[in-house]
């Protein structure tokens, strides 16, 4: 079936480090893809989303790209600060097999230091 | 506009008792979803709705676990017999009606379910 794996956390960084944080998935067909943030107290929202292949979504400073070859979609940010303190999910949701439910990955949690 | 939401945001019940989690979703969402997540397991899907019905119950861990939606709105999550591996945080979502955009869903806030 379908899954998503993720890197395992936490991540500590200094304030202004580069982030990656890895995602790739399995799916049986070609599934929209996801990254959600949960900050501290607070519900899930999303970061960023992808539809197709070579698609980038982009917000809030980062950025993922949809790369059907590796199966992939890694999320980046150039210069990471404090308030990125948070957990991050990414999720598919593969349509054309029927599933319209999101397989998340388990989060990776991320930890900026001043 | 308002988004999802969820109620109670808090539930502490004794093992062994009933309880109803609810969710009210976007105005104009057909579809709804339910998730669970707990230390441990993550993010799991529980039940989908499209309208009233559910065509994913997949995710239901046991019969004890029951949900109904409606109108093609408001959704109940019922536990009966509670027990303590039911303690986590259930998470609500819902998107606009397949075929419609690329499946988003907007999530409420949760309600934190604690069995003693």
């Known amino acids: 079936g379908d899954s998503v794996t993720q890197m395992e956390g936490p991540v500590t960084l200094s304030e202004e480090a580069f982030l990656t944080i890895n995602c790739t998935y399995t799916a049986t067909g070609y599934p929209s893809l996801f990254w959600y943030v949960q900050y501290p107290g607070e519900g899930l929202q999303l970061l960023l989303k992808a539809t197709k292949a070579d698609d980038k979504g982009s917000n809030k400073g980062f950025e993922a790209t949809y790369r059907k070859e590796t199966t992939s979609f890694h999320l980046e940010k150039g210069s990471v600060q404090v308030s990125d303190s948070a957990v991050y999910f990414c999720?598919?949701?593969?349509?054309?097999?029927?599933?319209?439910?999101?397989?998340f990955g388990t989060g990776t949690r991320l930890k900026v230091l001043a | 506009g308002a988004g999802v939401s969820q109620s109670p945001s808090n539930k502490v019940t004794e093992k062994g008792k009933d309880v109803e989690l609810r969710c009210d979703p976007i105005?104009?969402?057909?579809?709804l979803y339910w998730y669970r997540q707990s230390l441990g397991q993550g993010l799991e899907f529980l039940i989908y709705?499209?309208?009233?019905?559910?065509?994913?119950k997949s995710g239901l861990p046991s019969d004890r676990f029951s949900a109904e939606r409606t109108g093609g709105s408001v959704s109940t999550l019922t536990i009966q017999r509670t027990q303590q591996e039911d303690s986590a945080v259930y998470l609500c979502?819902?998107?606009?009606?397949?075929?419609?955009?690329?499946?988003?869903?907007?999530f409420g806030p949760g309600t934190r379910l604690t069995v003693l």
């Open positions: 105005s104009g969402h057909t579809a």
């Open positions: 999720a598919l949701s593969d349509l054309a097999s029927g599933t319209y439910k999101y397989i």
């Open positions: 979502a819902s998107s606009f009606s397949l075929g419609q955009g690329d499946n988003e869903q907007f």
């Open positions: 709705f499209q309208g009233n019905s559910a065509p994913d």
